[in-house]
């Protein structure tokens, strides 16, 4: 899925582990996926950000977000966005829903060397 808000990519199998409800292990093949700033923006709180797995997903798409690269790039984010949020003196939530305060804040991640999409390949 394409997200205009993109801030990092991610490719991994959502592979769910059995819960306490005695669930089967699942394990089923995934796309190459955008992670969209808005799961580093929590609903009820002001200048919090994630830096992990901790990030905004459902049941299903955890199984394919927690692992080490995404974290990673998180994490990554996390440090740019707070550090792009002082210079401008500006909020996390405040870069998402601003088209300027945006693209100059993926602009930022792209010099960093950031990847926000997956090359678009065809010929297969």
């Known amino acids: 899925m394409l997200h205009p808000d993109s801030i990092g990519v991610g490719m991994y199998r959502i592979d769910l582990h059995p819960s306490t409800g005695g669930d089967n292990y699942i394990d089923v093949g995934s796309c190459p996926f955008e ?3 808005g799961a580093l923006l929590p609903q009820r709180m002001e200048n919090l950000l994630p830096a992990g797995k901790n990030i905004g997903t459902t049941h299903i798409t955890n199984g394919s977000h927690r ?4 974290e990673w790039n998180v994490g990554e984010v996390a440090g740019a966005l ?3 949020c002082l210079d401008r003196g500006c ?3 405040a870069v998402r829903s601003n088209p300027a305060l945006l693209a100059d804040f993926q602009q930022r991640l792209t010099t960093d060397g950031v990847e926000l999409r997956w090359p ?3 010929g297969y």
């Open 67 to 70: 692992l080490h690269p995404v």
């Open 35 to 37: 992670i969209p700033l």
């Open 120 to 122: 678009d390949i065809s």
């Open 82 to 84: 707070a550090a792009f």
């Open 91 to 93: 909020s996390p939530r």
